[in-house]
């Protein structure tokens, strides 16, 4: 498959609505978060090495917010535990439909992926070893998350994990100054350009929160994981993994 350029917000647009993971975004999507997220090579990959292991016989693993299937893919290509199945949920039906046609050219393992196309917040987790959220509470409405984090929770195995990857906010007005310039290099060093910054951020604004890790931290005890530790940090995503 070829990538496609990401050039969504390369012309001025009179009108700019709300982000949102459809056509469009899916057939550019590789090109998107490799040109938009520091480090998302790494974090992908150490996934799979994390996912392989804390994976359980006999569990499920879920990829929450799957998007086209790049953890899913990770974490097949690790785990090495018998019966295992990776549960791969999205609820845009385009990004559902690359994710397979991408997994069903992956002849090196014979874990199973299930896709499922739903709200991931109307999903059972259940008999879970391993629950990947790479990306995806950001798009949680707030008052909504600790909720999702205690089923989650409640849905793991003992010595059972969540990885939590996020773009974060700083509570320090000049920490966070300096972050999002950061940010704004790397994407102009990828080869956007000031107008599509611009554009793809008031696009974002509405449904992309970002927290502080400390918030993150706090929720995840709230929902009774007793252990979290921070793991990966490029600029302003990070990624933690917590133990039940």
Partial sequence: MIKKQDAIYATPLNEIIDFQFD?????????????????????????GILAAKYAQAGSQCYDLGGSLGAVSLAMRQRICQADCEIIAVDNSAAMIERARELLERDNASI?????????????SIENASVVVMNLTLQFIPLVERLDLIT??????KPGGILILSEKIA?????RQQLQDELQLDFKRA???????????????????????LACHQQRLQAAGFAFSELWFQCFNFASLVAIK
């Fill in 170 to 174: 700083f509570e320090q007005p000049d």
């Fill in 111 to 123: 874990v199973p992926v299930k896709m499922v196309c739903a709200d991931l917040q109307d999903v």
């Fill in 190 to 212: 990828n080869g956007y350009s000031n107008l599509e910054i611009s554009q793809k951020r008031t696009a974002l604004e509405n449904v992309m929160i970002p927290e502080t």
């Fill in 151 to 156: 089923r989650i929770y409640q849905g793991l």
């Fill in 23 to 47: 056509e469009r975004v899916a057939d550019v999507f590789p090109d998107m978060i490799q040109r938009s997220v520091p480090g998302y090579g790494m974090m992908i990959s150490t996934i």
